[in-house]
């Protein structure tokens, strides 16, 4: 009897297993006990079949900031496909549900209650700690180049349609691809409409390595899709100085997007932090770190550089170098003003590369004892105005505020 009834127990407790396990939506956290960085491999491991790029930008959302309601935002979001399909015949063309996405989202109408999504020029490059967030946008309907396309895919791929991101500096664009596999470019910051391939290569400062190697232009998988989310968390891990999970998460979300320079960056920036943390604010003069630290110290410089090295070897180049590249592109007819502008816009771009700062070499000078077989200085990322270590009398660099 007491083996028949714990028989019973067993299949009931077996059964309540699979029915939770059956009940959970993909893409959503299963435990909450578990790590950030553990929500983020779940994220990461799920198959591309199932991943829901509404669901996982609110995950991630919801780690950067916990007041983020995720079902109530799926809600509205389902609400938003509703109000659509209702624009639409029944057996709508995949064309008619591009053009009547785009009218809801951007023109403004019943459909939208006279208030169209827009760009957030308040904050255009999206610097505030909320206003990448999927749930800021929805509230506010001011977003930026990553909230604005990502609801754009979010919304098609919900219509049925074949859309998913790709990147350029300082910038995410949707790419549709139609029933006969022909991809366009949609540009959801300037009223969801085409954009061609040139035109992104012309206006933001790019390589052509870097394009030819997938770090921009790209049609991206799903789980590429998920990295670039996931990637604003690692720069928000950096600029709050959470350095260690800044490099932890970075390295899991190269396993998933190896070619993604901008990682590189973040991980690269993240050892300089650690070594200026550890370090440098400790032993301010170069003959004054005790040998005992040398080999952390000598890590700590090779995985700076390497991260460096990696985002140039796939086609990432220093702000100053595409400065003059552009310079004698446009054999010296740009305006002092436009000289200017493309200087802010160079900035702007390796803000959003690393911990939203741009990225310059460090003038650090080597350690007495220290050798490193790929640089004698780590590469550290700077603010405009701010001076590289040690120049101040405190021999520090200032924090980036």
């Not at 077996?14 to 994220?43: D, G, R």
């Not at 596999?181 to 300037?190: D, F, K, L, P, Q």
């Not at 032993?283 to 004054?288: L, Q």
């Not at 010296?332 to 911990?355: C, P, S, Y």
Request: one cysteine or more.
């Amino acid at each position: 009897m007491r083996l028949f009834i714990g028989l019973i127990n067993f299949i009931l407790l077996l059964f309540v297993h699979v029915q939770t396990q059956a009940a959970v939506p993909p893409n959503m956290i299963v435990n909450p006990e578990k790590t950030e960085l553990e929500q983020i491999q779940v994220l990461l491991g799920t198959p591309d079949s199932r991943v829901d790029f509404a669901k996982t930008k609110l995950t991630i959302d919801k780690i950067i900031d916990p007041t983020v309601d995720v079902e109530a935002n799926l809600k509205l979001i389902d609400s938003m496909v509703a109000d659509i399909e209702e624009m639409l015949e029944p057996d709508a063309l995949e064309l008619e549900k591009v053009l009547a996405l785009r009218k809801y989202l951007y023109d403004s109408g019943a459909w939208n209650d006279e208030k169209p999504f827009s760009y957030d020029l308040a904050d255009p490059l999206g610097q505030s700690k909320t206003s990448r967030l999927l749930h800021n946008y929805l509230r506010t309907r001011k977003g930026n180049c990553v909230s604005m396309p990502i609801l754009h895919a979010i919304l098609g791929r919900k219509l049925g349609l074949d859309m998913t991101l790709s990147t350029a500096p300082l910038h995410v664009f949707v790419i549709f691809t139609n029933e006969q596999g022909h991809s366009v470019n949609i540009e959801a910051t300037s009223g969801g409409h085409p954009s061609r391939d040139i035109w992104y290569q012309q206006k933001i400062p790019m390589t052509k390595l870097a394009v030819s190697n997938g770090v921009y232009m790209k049609k991206l998988s799903d789980k590429e899709a998920v990295v670039v989310m996931a990637k604003d968390l690692a720069s928000r891990y950096l600029a709050d100085g959470r350095h260690k999970e800044a490099i932890e998460l970075s390295n899991e979300l190269i396993k998933g997007f190896p070619s993604y320079a901008p990682l590189y960056l973040v991980r690269g920036s993240s050892f300089y932090m650690l070594i200026e943390r550890e370090f440098f604010d400790k032993y301010p003069e170069p003959d004054s770190l005790p040998a005992e630290f040398d080999k952390k110290y000598q890590y700590y410089m090779r995985q700076n550089n390497t991260s460096f090295r990696m985002a140039e070897i796939l086609g990432w180049r220093d702000p100053n170098e595409m400065i003059a590249k552009q310079k004698k592109k446009e054999k010296k007819h740009m305006t002092a003003e436009e000289v200017e502008q493309f200087r802010l816009q160079i900035e702007a771009i390796n803000r959003q590369n690393g911990a939203m700062m741009p990225f310059v070499h460090s003038s650090v000078p080597p350690r007495q004892g220290v050798s490193n077989p790929i640089s004698s200085q780590p590469r550290f990322p700077t603010s405009p105005g701010l001076l590289p270590y040690p120049p101040n009398p405190n021999g520090k660099v200032q924090p980036f505020k």
